[in-house]
């Protein structure tokens, strides 16, 4: 049984080398014994504590409340700091009393209001840039999209199993998610399982086809957004459908 602090590590370390166990062997290959782990060198020892905090991290809403507060360095390394704190169990440096929680409560609501304006203002400028665009067409649900490669025939539906590669993009250009990051393997997943505007987008396209999603808020990640996606935000994906079932 794993320890709880290590299974955001295990999980990691076990999705990254998914791929090559499932490699069929060949006939002729011989199932060898399995490879003891080698001790860790006091920097990969640094190396595996860096990785344990990163998924920990990760699986938390730190990501999502970095972005909604849009945190400077020196804010976050505030945040760190309390956190080694709590997590030490040691008693805060600072009283936490009516009048700092009341007026941090008014700051945070402040900042998350301010970034909430200028994000739709950026939303709707993008989204009224995609509508003028001639080829771009817009369905009844609201989603825009433009078919670079229509691909093959027959097209996958909404029960339909895909592979794909894709990269996702926020309006202001920045790449929140892509399967370039993590060398160019597709993804797979069903497609009753994902954001709506995935859902009705890859059944426009066959094997091979490849189509750029333009979706508001209401077909993504809605008022919330979730870990580096603002909420409310319109998102715009690149996708190649690799194969499905």
């Given at each position: 049984?794993?320890?709880?602090?290590?299974?955001?590590?295990a999980v990691a370390v076990a999705s990254l080398h998914a791929a090559d166990e499932a490699k069929p062997?060949?006939?002729?290959?011989?199932p060898s014994p399995a490879a003891q782990p080698k001790m860790l060198t006091p920097e990969q020892q640094k190396q595996a504590f860096y990785l344990q905090g990163f998924f920990l991290a990760g699986q938390t809403?730190?990501?999502?409340?970095?972005?909604?507060?849009?945190l400077s360095d020196e804010e976050l390394d505030q945040v760190i700091a309390g956190m080694r704190a709590a997590v030490?169990?040691?008693?805060?440096?600072?009283?936490?009393?009516?009048?700092?929680?009341?007026?941090?409560?008014?700051?945070?609501?402040?900042?998350?209001?301010?970034?909430?304006?200028?994000?739709?203002t950026q939303n709707e400028a993008f989204l009224a840039k995609?509508?003028?665009?001639?080829?771009?067409?817009?369905?009844?649900?609201?989603?825009?999209y433009k078919i670079v490669t229509p691909g093959t025939d027959p097209k996958?539906?909404?029960?339909?199993?895909?592979?794909?590669?894709?990269?996702?993009k926020l309006v202001d250009g920045?790449?929140?998610?892509?399967?370039?990051?993590?060398?160019?393997?597709?993804?797979?997943?069903?497609?009753?399982?994902?954001i709506p505007a995935w859902t009705e987008g890859v059944q426009k396209i066959g094997k091979g086809g490849k189509i750029l999603i333009y979706a508001?808020?209401?077909?993504?990640?809605?008022?919330?957004?979730?870990?580096?996606?603002?909420?409310?935000?319109?998102?715009?994906?690149?996708?190649e459908l690799v194969e499905f079932k």
């Open positions: 049984m794993k320890y709880p602090v290590l299974a955001a590590l062997a060949t006939p002729a290959a011989v809403p730190l990501p999502q409340i970095t972005s909604q507060l849009e030490k169990g040691e008693q805060p440096k600072v009283k936490p009393d009516d009048a700092l929680i009341a007026g941090a409560e008014k700051f945070f609501a402040e900042r998350v209001a301010g970034k909430s304006k200028r994000w739709a995609v509508d003028a665009d001639k080829d771009v067409v817009k369905s009844p649900s609201g989603l825009r996958p539906v909404a029960t339909s199993t895909v592979k794909c590669r894709y990269t996702g920045k790449v929140f998610d892509s399967t370039a990051n993590r060398g160019n393997e597709p993804a797979e997943f069903g497609l009753g399982q994902v508001p808020a209401a077909l993504g990640y809605g008022k919330e957004g979730q870990g580096p996606i603002p909420g409310e935000s319109v998102l715009e994906f690149e996708v």
